[in-house]
């Protein structure tokens, strides 16, 4: 940004003829002058408009309705006054009946800015994933499911307290905790809607734990969105870092408000978010027994064909 500005009036001064101040310039040399004046003129006039425009060019961070949303915060040290959220894309469509493992997004380089460059080892930084598609009331006539969600169908994560092995299924007390749930998750949606995108993900957003409806706002440490889901609410932490953890997805219907389990996501040191589809990472493939036998024959028929080869020619 700044070298966009310095170069304007650097061009401009290039603009102007090039001569003592104290000689008065002759009609000619105005007339040689003038074509080369212009042309300068005309490129510092660019630069300074792309300079407006670059400063000017922050904008919101992308949500649509039924969005999931990953955050981080931190309960002291650096980035303890803000908190970091990504969209994860749409959760019914993205990761409800997902099929396949993928990484969803790199986000080390605005983990780094905000928390430090330990952030990944931190024990006291938090995480934690939810979504919902609306709040409204499903009586006296529930509005239409969306992507085959019915209105207040939460999604929530749980921490894995056994690395690998899936979380204890969350729970919502009653009807009524799930609406309020839903209603403060919309809140906090519409927040993270009205915050900056980060210029390094245009996907996230850093957004101060002083602002109205922040995602801290709505964790006390044993609920979230005012529920406990049955435990000790969304989050996930650990003496290692979060990078230790893994967090379990689970769909909640607002009829039988218990959980069903669509998937876990994790994050590496370098700020890889991933989503895998069991609770467990896959084991690598093992050879099966009649493949290991049919390779071990193909090199022992290749064994005997260069011994008969080496006879062959010893004869010979």
């Given at each position: 940004?700044?070298?966009?500005?310095?170069?304007?009036p650097?061009?401009?001064?290039?603009?102007?003829?090039?001569?003592?101040?104290s000689?008065?310039?002759?009609?000619?040399?105005?007339?040689?002058?003038?074509?080369?004046?212009?042309?300068?003129?005309?490129?510092?006039?660019?630069?300074?408009?792309?300079?407006a425009?670059?400063?000017?060019?922050?904008?919101?961070?992308?949500?649509?309705?039924?969005?999931?949303?990953?955050?981080?915060?931190?309960?002291?040290?650096q980035?303890?006054?803000?908190?970091?959220?990504?969209?994860l894309?749409?959760a019914?469509?993205?990761?409800?009946?997902?099929?396949?493992?993928?990484?969803?997004?790199?986000?080390?380089?605005?983990?780094?800015?905000?928390?430090?460059?330990?952030w990944?080892?931190?024990?006291?930084?938090?995480?934690?994933?939810?979504?919902?598609?609306?709040n409204?009331?499903?009586?006296?006539v529930?509005?239409?499911?969306?992507?085959?969600?019915?209105?207040?169908?939460?999604?929530v994560?749980?921490?894995?307290?056994?690395?690998?092995?899936?979380?204890?299924t969350?729970?919502?007390?009653?009807?009524?905790?799930?609406?309020?749930?839903?209603?403060?998750?919309?809140?906090?949606?519409?927040?993270?809607?009205?915050?900056?995108?980060?210029?390094?993900?245009?996907n996230?957003a850093?957004?101060?734990?002083?602002?109205?409806?922040?995602?801290a706002q709505?964790?006390?440490g044993?609920?979230?969105?005012?529920?406990?889901?049955?435990?000790n609410g969304i989050?996930?932490?650990?003496?290692?870092?979060?990078?230790?953890?893994a967090?379990?997805?689970?769909?909640?219907?607002?009829?039988?408000?218990t959980?069903?389990?669509?998937?876990?996501?994790t994050?590496?040191?370098?700020?890889?978010?991933?989503?895998?589809?069991?609770?467990?990472?896959?084991?690598?493939?093992v050879?099966?027994?009649?493949?290991?036998?049919?390779?071990?024959?193909?090199?022992?028929l290749?064994?005997?064909?260069?011994?008969?080869?080496?006879?062959?020619?010893?004869?010979?």
């Amino acid at each position: 940004m700044g070298r966009w500005h310095n170069m304007a009036p650097r061009l401009l001064k290039l603009a102007s003829p090039e001569r003592n101040s104290s000689e008065p310039c002759s009609p000619i040399q105005l007339a040689q002058h003038k074509p080369h004046m212009k042309k300068l003129s005309k490129i510092a006039l660019l630069v300074t408009s792309m300079a407006a425009l670059y400063t000017g060019s922050a904008f919101a961070a992308p949500f649509t309705a039924g969005d999931l949303l990953v955050s981080f915060r931190a309960t002291g040290g650096q980035g303890g006054d803000q908190t970091y959220t990504l969209n994860l894309g749409n959760a019914a469509l993205s990761y409800r009946d997902a099929t396949s493992n993928f990484t969803v997004s790199n986000i080390g380089l605005d983990l780094t800015s905000t928390f430090g460059a330990n952030w990944a080892t931190r024990s006291d930084i938090f995480w934690g994933i939810s979504g919902v598609q609306n709040n409204a009331s499903p009586v006296p006539v529930a509005p239409p499911a969306v992507n085959g969600d019915p209105t207040r169908t939460l999604y929530v994560s749980q921490d894995q307290t056994t690395l690998n092995t899936q979380s204890d299924t969350p729970t919502v007390a009653s009807s009524t905790i799930q609406g309020s749930a839903a209603t403060n998750m919309v809140s906090f949606q519409n927040a993270f809607a009205a915050a900056t995108a980060s210029l390094n993900n245009a996907n996230g957003a850093v957004i101060p734990t002083s602002a109205s409806n922040d995602y801290a706002q709505f964790q006390t440490g044993s609920s979230s969105f005012g529920s406990t889901f049955g435990y000790n609410g969304i989050e996930g932490s650990a003496a290692l870092g979060v990078v230790s953890t893994a967090l379990d997805l689970y769909r909640i219907l607002n009829s039988t408000r218990t959980g069903t389990y669509e998937g876990t996501f994790t994050i590496d040191a370098l700020g890889n978010v991933a989503f895998r589809t069991t609770a467990a990472p896959e084991a690598p493939a093992v050879p099966e027994p009649v493949s290991t036998g049919i390779l071990t024959s193909c090199a022992f028929l290749g064994l005997v064909s260069l011994g008969r080869r080496k006879k062959n020619l010893i004869a010979a």
